[in-house]
């Protein structure tokens, strides 16, 4: 059973910065591609990056290029997403998901529980 934990989410001034880690069990994590996606109230949950399972190739949402940045460490079993320049919209709860670049939720067969990300004006 794969588990994913995120973390470093929190509240954060507009022009701000986080970075969300997601902790993943088991010993194949070397092997699962990963994805965020996010979700706010009353709309459906969004993909904003992905990475391959050797960091090779890496995806964004147009809405967050130039502006975030994927990583992975392996060695740690950890995913990263790096968030510069924040934005009032950008306000969500963050999900990390594995196995999978894709964009659409249905590709990933593991999910974190989320974490809030709140950005002020």
């Known amino acids: 059973q794969v588990q994913l934990v995120e973390s470093g989410g929190g509240l954060v001034q507009a022009g701000g910065s986080l970075r969300l880690s997601c902790a993943t069990s088991?010993?194949?994590?070397?092997?699962?591609?990963m994805g965020w996606f996010r979700q706010t109230p009353g709309k459906e949950r969004e993909f904003v990056s992905a990475?391959?399972?050797?960091?090779?190739?890496?995806y964004y949402a147009d809405f967050v290029k130039g502006r975030f940045t994927i990583s992975r460490e392996n060695a740690k079993n950890t995913v990263y997403l790096q968030m510069n320049g924040l934005k009032p919209e950008d306000t969500a709860v963050y999900y990390c998901?594995?196995?999978?670049?894709?964009?659409?939720?249905?590709?990933?067969?593991?999910w974190g529980q989320g974490i809030q990300v709140t950005v002020s004006s």
């Open positions: 998901a594995a196995d999978s670049t894709s964009t659409s939720t249905g590709a990933y067969k593991h």
């Open positions: 990475i391959s399972w050797n960091g090779d190739s890496r």
């Open positions: 088991g010993r194949t994590f070397a092997y699962y591609a």
